[in-house]
């Protein structure tokens, strides 16, 4: 995370350098930058840290699965003969595997999401000392309207989401319903309405889903709008305060990974 924020330093320090080193003819200038950045980019690449860090992750998960998946079908499994001639077995395996996705849930809440808002103060406060406060304001205000649309979004997606699941198991039942009962179906000449049945619950499930698509595109294309005008806004104040105080293009180079990561 650290070296995140220290890689655009380092490519703009790299720049700089290669611009002296032309205008100066010396090629001696830009051997000790370009070390540097090489050596950045190998520990945040899949053959350094980041390769040590992904290993463990994925034996984290792997276990943590393992150990979620005994737990649920323990606690199925000792439920009362009631709950298993009341549940539908499908629900029960489909709760099951819609179960083990909480596990992703914490995973994005306390692995993904706190490192992020490390990343983004990190980045906010760097670019601040850099750049100055206007950069910085607009940079925040991107960030700020972006959270703000991702919660919207979690806000108006949700309920679809949980319908379109309900809907999906109303389908799978009428589907295994249907398959498994063939005969008896079949011999009552109700191949028909069984056919009918599950054509209507495929389409109301396909509707939900095309709409949280459509729904979930609209508030993707409004982030990435919000993010290219405010990196427009930011990197052409970032040029004024480069011709106002002197500093290099180096400084410039080095502020647009600073703008991804806030």
């Known amino acids: 995370m650290l070296l995140t924020l220290y890689t655009p330093y380092v490519k703009g320090a790299f720049v700089e350098s290669v611009m002296q080193a032309y205008t100066d003819r010396e090629p001696g200038l830009v051997w000790k930058p370009l070390a540097l950045l090489m050596a950045v980019k190998l520990a945040n690449s899949g053959t350094g840290l980041a390769s040590l860090q ?7 998960k792997v276990s943590r699965e393992e150990r979620a998946k005994k737990r649920i079908y323990t606690h199925l499994m000792c439920h009362e003969a009631a709950f298993h001639d009341a549940a539908s077995p499908t629900d029960v395996i489909m709760a099951t595997d819609l179960g083990r996705t909480v596990c992703n849930a914490l995973d994005f809440i306390v692995l993904d999401t706190v490192p992020q808002i490390i990343t983004f103060i990190g980045a906010i406060i760097t670019i601040f000392l850099l750049f100055g406060p206007h950069v910085s304001l607009v940079q925040g205000s991107v960030a700020a309207l972006n ?3 991702v919660l919207r979004s979690n806000r108006t997606l949700m309920p679809m989401y949980d319908a379109e699941i309900m809907a999906s198991q109303v389908t799978e039942r ?4 249907g398959l498994r009962g063939w005969r008896t179906v079949s011999s009552y000449g109700q191949a028909d309405r069984e056919i009918k049945a599950y054509a209507t619950s495929l389409s109301m499930q396909m509707g939900l889903t095309w709409k949280r698509y459509l729904i979930n595109l609209g508030f993707r294309l409004g982030s990435n709008i919000t993010v290219i005008f405010g990196h427009f806004a ?11 105080t002197g500093s290099t293009v180096g400084s410039v180079v080095a502020f647009s990974p600073w703008a991804r990561l806030a």
Do not use: D, N, Y
Not at 54 to 60: A, G, H, P, T, Y
Not at 174 to 177: A, D, L, W
Not at 234 to 244: D, E, F, I
């Open 234 to 244: 930011a990197t052409a104040l970032v040029v004024l305060h480069g011709l106002r």
């Open 54 to 60: 992904e290993l463990l992750w994925q034996k984290f």
């Open 174 to 177: 009428q589907r295994q319903g």
């Open 147 to 149: 959270i703000l649309l």
